[in-house]
């Protein structure tokens, strides 16, 4: 028997072998590999549907806002029509001023309101607006400075110093 030859054949099968194993860990590496890009995306697709229940939540909400406020709108428009059959105009500008005289004294977003549901209610009335009362209701979202309040004070009173103390009369004491 050859010795050589027997060794030299079995080194050759072991490094086939070995070719094989490498190539074999080579395909195993590549599956995980894809393994790992299959769970990335996985997990990215859990998060993208949580989003799209959440959008699908926020977006029936406001549809469900919308319905509500459409609902408000149509009711605003019979009461609107119902009161200009039963006003005569007259009656109706009276109502219409009155409510912006007294929409001045409130906040911003409801003069803005006021505005828009007067202009609303007199289109809706087919009104011509008398020209003060149209300046008026144009002038209804302006931003307003705060006015100063005016205090009357009845009987004696006593002023009041920078100093922070109030000088009090003698007769005041009694």
């Avoid at 028997?1 to 080579?26: F, N, Q, S, T």
């Avoid at 919308?66 to 428009?77: D, I, P």
């Avoid at 409510?99 to 007067?118: C, E, G, I, L």
Wanted: charged share 35%; proline share 1%.
């Amino acid at each position: 028997m050859d010795y050589e030859e027997m060794a030299h054949d079995a080194r050759k099968a072991l490094e086939r072998e070995r070719d094989e194993l490498v190539e074999r860990i080579g395909q195993l590496d590549l599956r995980l590999q894809m393994l790992d890009a299959i769970d990335s995306l996985a997990k990215e697709n859990s998060l993208l549907k949580e989003e799209n229940s959440d959008l699908q939540q926020q977006l029936s909400d406001e549809k469900q806002q919308q319905a509500e406020l459409e609902m408000k709108l149509v009711e605003m428009n019979k009461l609107t029509t119902g009161m200009a059959k039963k006003s005569s105009e007259e009656s109706v500008l009276k109502a219409l001023r009155t409510y912006v005289n007294r929409s001045k004294r409130k906040t911003a977003d409801k003069r803005a309101f006021a505005k828009t549901a007067t202009l609303e209610i007199a289109n809706a009335n087919g009104l011509m607006l008398p020209e003060d009362l149209r300046t008026s209701i144009d002038s209804l979202d302006d931003e307003q400075a705060a006015e100063g309040k005016v205090v009357n004070v009845q009987g004696n009173y006593n002023d009041i110093h920078d100093n922070g103390s109030v000088n009090i009369n003698d007769k005041d004491k009694e």
